[in-house]
């Protein structure tokens, strides 16, 4: 297989340093890297003289050098890109540009390793240059693309089957108990606090962990409606005994992120052992709450409102356990909220048949990138 540098296949046009008193209501859009990862939605226009290397258009490739790394085919028209991307000017060699994107991706882990930067990680452009991709012939590129695209596109619908599956959720809670927020049914207002038996956080001792054993939960494995197991701590069972004798979680509690990413809640499920440090919390809702209806209560627009409004910020965003108590939830019959957690339970038999098949596109679309670009 021949292989080619990346400074040897195209040119890289990075952005213009715009300062923020350039960025105005009116002109064209300037694109941050917070703009392409989908993690920013107040986007700054320039209506002034600029470079005209600077300008993108749809179809242009930008790849991201400094703190995320990504690489991203715009499709959002005529805009103007800000410093730290590079635009791709393929003048150098006859190259697919989707096989380009798919190469450049696979790689992007192997430079981030070559990151520098004590705050702001970023590629030094020697680096990037200096990577290797493979490079066949533009036929076999062409329907390599093809076959990595077809996968993607699989992986895509897939995840919007699963977006869907949740948005009828969530329109089901609405149906069932209305807009929390202007409570057109008229359900009692208490707070979390006269709700719960409990609330309490994590160990705030730094726990001794292990390679193995019981798991060790931290605010990173709390997901909505889901507890994350793939990247977790373990403890001993004597380290787990300590802990216990404050507080042993159990079936129903209902754990919630409270530092970093805060405001993300689940229930625990049946037969999962565990203790968690301070970074989350544990809510024991009394019997007038569901644990499922309680999830989706605190992932409400209505709760998730008072949650912004209420988590101290600091070096990270916070959510200690007294401002949870004052946390106003909503008490609709019981009745009514295991109609809905039947629902959800028929909804996510459909979700798991649907992930299933997305875990196998994936694992797929994983092994032949592997096999194309090592």
């Not at 002034?48 to 991203?72: F, H, M, R």
Request: proline share 3%; with cysteine.
């Amino acid at each position: 297989m021949e292989f080619i540098r990346l400074g040897d296949v195209a040119t890289y046009i990075n952005g213009y340093a715009f300062t923020p008193e350039d960025r105005g209501d009116v002109g064209l859009p300037i694109i941050r890297i917070q703009d392409l990862t989908g993690n920013a939605y107040d986007l700054g226009f320039y209506d002034g003289e600029y470079p005209e290397k600077i300008e993108i258009n749809d179809g242009d490739v930008l790849i991201s050098w400094s703190a995320s790394l990504g690489v991203y085919v715009w499709n959002r028209g005529k805009a103007l890109l800000n410093q730290h991307i590079f635009k791709v000017d393929f003048d150098k060699v006859e190259i697919d540009k989707n096989y380009f994107v798919y190469a450049v991706r696979q790689k992007l882990g192997e430079m981030a390793s070559k990151t520098h930067g004590a705050t702001m990680k970023h590629i030094i452009k020697k680096d990037f240059d200096a990577t290797l991709i493979p490079f066949p012939s533009l036929e076999e590129q062409e329907l390599i693309a093809t076959n990595l695209d077809k996968v993607a596109n699989i992986i895509k619908a897939r995840s919007e089957e699963l977006n869907k599956l949740d948005d009828l959720i969530k329109v089901r809670f609405v149906e069932l108990f209305g807009d929390l927020r202007i409570n057109p049914k008229g359900w009692s207002i208490q707070t979390f606090d006269e709700l719960s038996e409990l609330i309490t956080d994590g160990e705030h001792a730094t726990p001794k962990r292990t390679s193995e054993g019981i798991y060790l939960l931290s605010a990173r494995n709390v997901l909505n409606h889901a507890i994350q197991l793939n990247d977790v701590d373990y403890i001993d069972q004597e380290e787990y005994d300590r802990i216990s004798k404050r507080i042993v979680p159990k079936e129903g509690d209902v754990l919630i992120s409270c530092s970093g990413s805060v405001g993300r809640c689940c229930s625990v499920p049946e037969g999962l052992k565990f203790q968690m440090v301070r970074s989350a919390a544990l809510i024991r809702f009394k019997n007038v709450i569901s644990p499922l209806f309680a999830e989706y209560m605190i992932t409400s627009d209505f709760v998730q409102e008072q949650i912004n409004a209420s988590k101290t910020a600091s070096s990270q965003a916070n959510l200690f356990q007294g401002k949870i108590a004052k946390l106003k939830g909503f008490v609709p019959p019981v009745e009514l909220q295991n109609e809905f957690a039947t629902f959800v339970k028929q909804v996510d038999k459909s979700k798991a048949v649907v992930e299933k098949a997305l875990n196998e596109a994936q694992i797929l679309f994983d092994s032949l990138m592997q096999k194309y670009f090592g």
